[in-house]
């Protein structure tokens, strides 16, 4: 699987989000150690604090079919960069503290890409190490 497949692929999920409120829309793809891919979208909700981002979407997909590892994620939208939420690296860190992290977003200045890791955005992350735990 291509980076730029990866990057297809969350644009593409990006059809599917729900964001009647803020009208940004996200989508994610998830590659597995074992080559699977999963992807979501941002799922807004008139109660704001139920929405979901993308990542987690893909995340809770991913999980619920049995992949507990990762290697890389895509994240796309429009307008602004899509860098995940905090809350978000703090979930992928639960599965993928190692995980390559790729943005796109169409800016003013057009298609933009950006690679980074988890580990860079989400530094001395707390993990199941942090409790004695090796999953
Ligand atoms: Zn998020």
Not at 11 to 29: C, E, F, I, L, Q
Not at 67 to 79: L, N
């Amino acid at each position: 699987m291509t980076d730029a497949m990866l990057y297809q692929a969350a644009r593409d999920a990006m059809k599917n989000a729900y964001v009647p409120y803020s009208g940004y829309r996200v989508g994610a793809a998830l590659l597995a150690k074992d080559g699977r891919l999963f992807t979501g979208c941002n799922i807004e909700n008139a109660a704001y604090g139920n929405t979901l981002c993308a990542e987690r979407t893909a995340l809770v997909k991913a999980v619920s079919e049995g992949a507990r590892a990762f290697t890389k994620i895509a994240i796309a939208a429009s307008g602004s960069a899509p860098f995940p939420c905090g809350a978000c690296r703090q979930s992928l860190y639960e599965f993928a503290p190692g995980l390559e992290v790729l943005v796109t977003w169409d800016g003013p200045e057009g298609q933009q890409e950006r690679k980074t890791t988890l580990a860079a955005l989400l530094p001395e992350g707390f993990g199941p190490l942090s409790l004695g735990v090796e999953v």
